[in-house]
């Protein structure tokens, strides 16, 4: 099942460098991994924001649920997921 999710980071003011830089640099490794099983197909960053979206294969609804909430970041992202589907016009399958 391929999902698209937009992902918008919003940190705490009271969040210092340092502790910015370690979420940063966990989540880095996370969403690597995520890429390297192929569960993560794809990630594109929204340009002037600290969003992206990305292109989740997974086998289920829990699945995803799963790998989104494992994100270091994900207290303090908005998740915004939405199911896809092949459109019948499409030349080719990007993520076969």
Do not use: C
Not at 45 to 74: C, T
Request: charged share 20%.
């Amino acid at each position: 099942m391929l999902f698209i999710a937009r992902m918008d980071v919003s940190f705490p003011d009271n969040l210092t460098p340092e502790q910015v830089a370690d979420f940063q640099a966990r989540e880095k490794e996370y969403s690597g991994n995520l890429q390297a099983k192929g569960t993560m197909k794809g990630i594109w960053r929204v340009v002037g924001k600290y969003s992206n979206y990305s292109i989740y294969d997974v086998a289920s609804n829990d699945e995803l649920q799963e790998v989104l909430s494992g994100f270091p970041m994900y207290k303090y992202m908005n998740i915004e997921v939405t199911p896809l589907a092949q459109h019948p016009n499409a030349t080719r399958d990007f993520f076969a």
